[in-house]
């Protein structure tokens, strides 16, 4: 009676199905006894494969960079750094491809599939004892790494031809992993190219219009088509929280033991509100102090199953399930200037995976491949390699959770 009772009112005050409310902070077992977990991130921004090197986006807002985001140490980034000619990225891009545009690397980085060996990925996933892995399918470029149906109305064939999203999820599965699927909900610069300088450029950046129901149709193909155990979306989604609930329905119908992140909080449009005099410089005060203080942590939101603070250890207040999210170095996307000053040592990328794994969270550890040749690159395969060494004697499932 009590549970009947706290389910109506959760339904009452949410307006939240009750199917999800049962849902509601509570991943399935298998994703809480897997404990690590491999994150792709492969753009086309891995073609140039450059990003600023030194300084995380907690330590720009810390330092009141005037534009912090220009100069994130993310590749996958790349396309929108460009957009300011006097930052790190557009430097080096202006000094080696002239006025090119981005679109261009599209060729060496399809060129590069011809050596793409998805088995041998999975292989080398699976060693290291990873229970699941998370493709990024479309980030905030805009392409999309399988031949979706859904046409893009601004960019006409912005998307691959050779099905990368299927033969990975046929490979890790033969592998004996999960396979979840990682989708840029929140960005799309083929629909909306604002450059994103300051933090208030955040928000003017998110598509509407007809953007919503694109992406929405595109979720709903890459759901039906790739069944992904984890559905991670990024940013936050452009539409009304109904509408949210709509693809949460869908997916859990298709995916009964599904996972969903929560980083889909409901983004109404701001354009009018940060246009009224002085909004837009007190939102961008608020929200540099915020990242300053506490790093990149998504907002609470009404559904989700876990937590995804980002290169981060849990953050005060945290309760549920979490997974902390980051990459070997700096960067999520391969950036070729990296250094072994930039990556995770031995020690301490053994030594955080369970720190992570006892705080009660799971470790999400990306793998960035290069874009001309579709190869895993020899600093990033040595930790993967550790990884595997480690989990052979002393297996990441045994790792005890917080008392």
């Known amino acids: 009676m009590k549970h009947d009772l706290a389910l109506r009112l959760a339904t009452k005050a949410t307006r939240m199905p009750p199917e999800l409310v049962r849902r509601n902070r509570q991943p399935p077992p298998w994703w809480t006894a897997a404990r690590l977990g491999i994150f792709i991130h492969w ?33 996958e980034w790349y396309p929108n750094s460009i957009k300011f000619p006097q930052s790190s990225a557009g430097r080096y891009h202006r000094e080696h491809y002239g006025a090119a545009p981005f679109e261009d690397f ?64 046929e490979a890790v599965r033969a592998a004996g992993m999960k396979f979840g699927i990682y989708y840029s909900g929140g960005y799309d610069f083929t629909f909306n190219p604002h450059p994103i300088g300051t933090f208030t450029d955040s928000f003017r950046a998110v598509p509407f219009d007809d953007y919503p129901a694109y992406a929405a149709a595109q979720v709903r193909e890459l759901v039906e088509r790739y069944e992904p155990s984890v559905l991670w979306n990024d940013i936050c989604w452009p539409a009304p929280q109904k509408e949210i609930y709509k693809i949460f329905q869908h997916y859990f119908e298709v995916v009964p ?7 889909w909080a409901s983004m109404p449009n701001l354009k009018r509100l940060l246009d009224l005099p002085g909004v837009d410089r007190a939102v961008n005060e608020l929200v540099r102090r915020t990242v300053a203080k506490k790093g990149l942590v998504p907002p609470s939101v009404v559904f989700s199953q876990h937590r995804t603070p980002e290169y981060m250890d849990r953050p005060p207040g945290f309760d549920g399930a979490w ?43 990306n793998v960035g491949p290069r874009g001309e040749d579709a190869q895993i690159p020899p600093e990033q395969l040595a930790r ?20």
């Not at 810390?62 to 100069?71: G, I, R, V, Y």
């Not at 109305?153 to 999203?165: I, L």
């Not at 033991?257 to 980083?263: M, T």
């Not at 390699?385 to 917080?402: C, H, I, K, L, Y």
Request: a negative charge; glycine letters at 8%; charged letters at 20%.
């Open 323 to 365: 997974e902390m999210t980051r990459g070997m170095d700096q960067s999520f996307g391969y950036n070729r200037f990296s250094t072994e000053e930039d990556y995770l040592t031995q020690a301490d990328l053994l030594n955080s995976l369970p720190a992570t794994m006892r705080s009660g969270g799971n470790f999400l550890l």
């Open 257 to 263: 033991d599904g996972c969903v992140n929560d980083r």
């Open 106 to 169: 599209r060729a060496d980085f399809e060129g590069g599939l011809e050596q793409w060996d998805p088995g041998a990925w999975a292989e080398a996933f699976a060693a290291t004892g990873a229970g699941y892995v998370v493709f990024v399918a479309k980030h905030h470029d805009g392409y999309c790494l399988w031949p979706t149906e859904v046409e893009n109305p601004h960019a006409p064939g912005w998307h691959c031809q050779r099905d990368v999203v299927g033969e990975l999820a």
């Open 43 to 75: 753009t086309i921004a891995s073609v140039p494969a450059f990003a600023p090197r030194g300084r995380h986006i907690q330590e720009l807002a810390a330092d009141k960079h005037p534009l912090p985001t220009s100069e994130v140490p993310y590749v």
């Open 384 to 403: 993967l390699r550790w990884m595997a060494e480690r989990n052979a004697t002393a297996p990441w499932t045994e790792v005890p959770p917080a008392p």
